[in-house]
T-cell receptor
Framework: ETGVTQSPTHLIKTRGQQVTLRCSSQ?????VSWYQQALGQGPQFIFQ???????GRGNFPPRFSGLQFPNYSSELNVNALELDDSALYLC?????????????FGPGTRLTVL | SQQGEEDPQALSIQEGENATMNCSYK?????LQWYRQNSGRGLVHLIL?????REKHSGRLRVTLDTSKKSSSLLITASRAADTASYFC???????????FGEGTQLTVNP
């Protein structure tokens, strides 16, 4: 168990809709990263938040946005969903201190866009 | 784009045999990590090796890193059916920064 939880587990949306995915990490994990994993591929970095500020972004359009809250939870929002957004979305948190190189992943949210 | 490439893409072995997976990457790194993923679920962290380390062990896992060749290998000894999963290597360029993953190796251990 990594102590990182995500909700919902599965989600089905239609093209053009908006979706919010949630992640909760352990106390003291002040960095959260989000990844998109298409079927049969490795995860791709979307963005990272550190102490509630965006701290790096991958090659994803602005309709992918995020928030991090003081209680170590975070959100990934995707607007104007496209079919290619169907994927497993993973969040990962990083503890402060000497273990700060390791990212601990949640179980993921499987998003299907029809 | 993916930085890492795993080799082989798929590996099928018998229980008790050793499994070796390789990973290559393109740019300089700070750390290289190996993760396991069961059936499209979350990633489980296995082991981290720093750029100034050459070999690391954890239980039945042995990881090597050759920064001159920009490659790493993961050895699982005495494999078990429960080791069946996808294995990914991931690199970062600074501590705690974005991870860049390879495409993964699908390992099947037959009982």
């Amino acid at each position: 168990e990594t102590g990182v939880t995500q909700s919902p587990t599965h989600l089905i949306k239609t093209r053009g809709q908006q979706v919010t995915l949630r992640c909760s990490s352990q106390s003291g994990h002040n960095t959260v990263s989000w990844y998109q994993q298409a079927l049969g591929q490795g995860p791709q970095f979307i963005f990272q938040y550190y102490r509630e500020e965006e701290n790096g972004r991958g090659n994803f359009p602005p309709r992918f946005s995020g928030l991090q809250f003081p209680n170590y939870s975070s959100e990934l929002n995707v607007n104007a969903l496209e079919l290619d957004d169907s994927a497993l979305y993973l969040c990962a948190s990083t503890p402060a201190g000497p273990l700060s190189d390791t990212q601990y992943f949640g179980p993921g949210t499987r998003l299907t866009v029809l | 784009s993916q930085q890492g490439e795993e080799d082989p893409q798929a590996l099928s072995i018998q229980e008790g045999e050793n499994a070796t997976m390789n990973c290559s990457y393109k740019t300089s790194i700070n750390n290289l990590q190996w993760y396991r993923q069961n059936s499209g679920r979350g990633l489980v962290h296995l082991i981290l090796i720093r750029s100034n380390e050459r070999e690391k062990h954890s239980g039945r896992l042995r990881v090597t890193l050759d920064t001159s060749k920009k490659s790493s290998s993961l050895l699982i000894t005495a494999s078990r059916a429960a080791d069946t999963a996808s294995y990914f290597c991931a690199t970062d360029r600074t501590s705690g920064s974005r991870l860049t993953f390879g495409e993964g190796t699908q390992l099947t251990v037959n009982p």
